[in-house]
């Protein structure tokens, strides 16, 4: 039976040959991942291990590159999404949205979007002075995220 045992770049392999099929294989050893290689010829054993050992450090220095870039991507999303929140935007269902920050400070009606995705209309009224409030009740933890004032109605004459 034929085994034999080759260490290269730390990696390891003890490379076997398989009557049946007629091949020598091997696998590293010692890896979370599975990595074979073959060869028809003992001459050539050697050469596919290191040739296997090559592909998978490349392999991992890929995955650590991409691992990096999505790492630093990902800092970068954050960052740019804390500065629009900072400007007044806000990320919700894969959208962005301008949040409601400048509160409107006037009496009437708005359409509003509250922070469990339900659309209304609320009227907002200064009470007491120079203290603008929504009149309505909300469940606990619910806000307004953003509003827009309600057009005046069309006062004009209408043809048809």
Do not use: H
Not at 102 to 129: A, D, F, H, Q
């Amino acid at each position: 039976m034929y085994e034999k045992e080759f260490n290269y770049k730390g990696y390891k392999t003890i490379a076997r040959y398989s009557l049946e099929d007629k091949v020598y294989y091997g696998k590293l050893e010692d890896i979370s991942d599975l990595v074979t290689f073959e060869s028809d010829s003992e001459d050539y054993v050697e050469d596919n291990f290191i040739d296997a050992v090559n592909y998978y450090s490349k392999f991992l220095e890929k995955e650590r590159t991409e691992y990096q870039l999505e790492e630093k991507y990902d800092n970068e999303r954050k960052e740019r999404l804390l500065k629009d929140r900072i400007k007044g935007w806000f990320y919700m269902e894969d959208k962005f949205m301008k949040w409601g920050s400048s509160k409107p400070t006037k009496e009437g009606w708005y359409l509003v979007t509250l922070n469990n995705n339900i659309v209304m209309p609320m009227y907002r009224k200064e009470y007491p002075p120079k203290n603008f409030t929504w009149d309505g009740s909300f469940s606990f933890g619910v806000s307004v995220l953003a509003s827009i004032k309600f057009p005046k109605p069309y006062v004009g004459i209408c043809i048809e």
